[in-house]
């Protein structure tokens, strides 16, 4: 099992960036894939982004593709999502997860609590 913290979300104007954190705890991070979510208001939730155990494949959607980039520690048990060039569209909690296999659906094994990114116009 896994217990998963996000950190480093906040407000930022459009067109700034942020770095968000997900530390997981155990001593098998290296082998779950990892995926970034977000929910808006209102809306379902969606997959934004996911890491290899290895860290070598990465796959994001197309609505943050060149703005947002999925990275993973293994020594730090730590995946990043960096977030470049914020539109007032990528406001949403984000929420980390994990799961043993590579997958660009919500159904990931493990979740973390979220942490809230509000970009203001």
């Known amino acids: 099992q896994v217990q998963l913290v996000e950190s480093g979300g906040g407000l930022v104007q459009a067109g700034g960036s942020l770095r968000l954190s997900c530390a997981a705890s155990g001593r098998t991070f290296s082998s779950y894939a990892m995926g970034w979510f977000r929910q808006a208001p209102g809306k379902e939730r969606e997959f934004v982004a996911v890491?290899?155990?290895?860290?070598?494949?990465?796959y994001v959607v197309d609505s943050v593709k060149g703005r947002f980039t999925i990275s993973r520690d293994n020594a730090k048990n730590t995946v990043y999502l960096q977030m470049n060039s914020l539109k007032p569209d990528d406001t949403a909690v984000y929420y980390c997860?994990?799961?043993?296999?590579?997958?660009?659906?919500?159904?990931?094994?493990?979740w973390g609590q979220g942490t809230q990114v509000t970009v203001s116009s």
């Open positions: 997860a994990a799961n043993y296999a590579w997958s660009t659906s919500r159904s990931y094994d493990y």
């Open positions: 890491i290899s155990q290895s860290g070598t494949r990465t």
